[in-house]
């Protein structure tokens, strides 16, 4: 089993930042890529970024330029950078941990984020 914290969402205006951590625990060993989802309300959840175990990363169009993925393994913690948020960023944010086969698929409990004036 692997358990997956998110923590870091909140209110934000327009054009603001906000960071997104997501810690994890248990047979990480299993897992060969992080990321990050998110679905707005009435919406499918859908991908925003997902990292290999080999650093490699894969952006959302819509967050491309705005949105940074990193990851500290000693604190076996992976980030989410959001800058210049726009209204449609509004949704909750979910912490993604999987097998390259999907045998193992790992959520977290999901943090809200809203950006509104």
């Known amino acids: 089993q692997v358990q997956l914290v998110e923590s870091g969402g909140g209110l934000v205006q327009p054009g603001g930042s906000l960071r997104l951590s997501c810690t994890y625990s248990?047979?990480?060993?299993?897992?060969?890529?992080m990321g990050w989802y998110r679905q707005g309300l009435g919406k499918q959840r859908e991908m925003v970024v997902e990292?290999?175990?080999?650093?490699?990363?894969n952006y959302a169009d819509s967050v491309k330029g705005r949105f940074t993925i990193s990851r500290d393994n000693a604190k076996n913690t992976v980030y989410l950078q959001m800058n210049s948020l726009k209204p449609e960023d509004t949704a909750v944010y979910y912490c993604n941990a999987h097998s390259v086969n999907y045998v193992f698929n790992y959520w977290g409990q999901g943090t809200q984020v809203t950006v509104s004036s």
């Open positions: 990292i290999t175990s080999h650093g490699n990363t």
């Open positions: 248990g047979s990480i060993f299993k897992i060969d890529a």
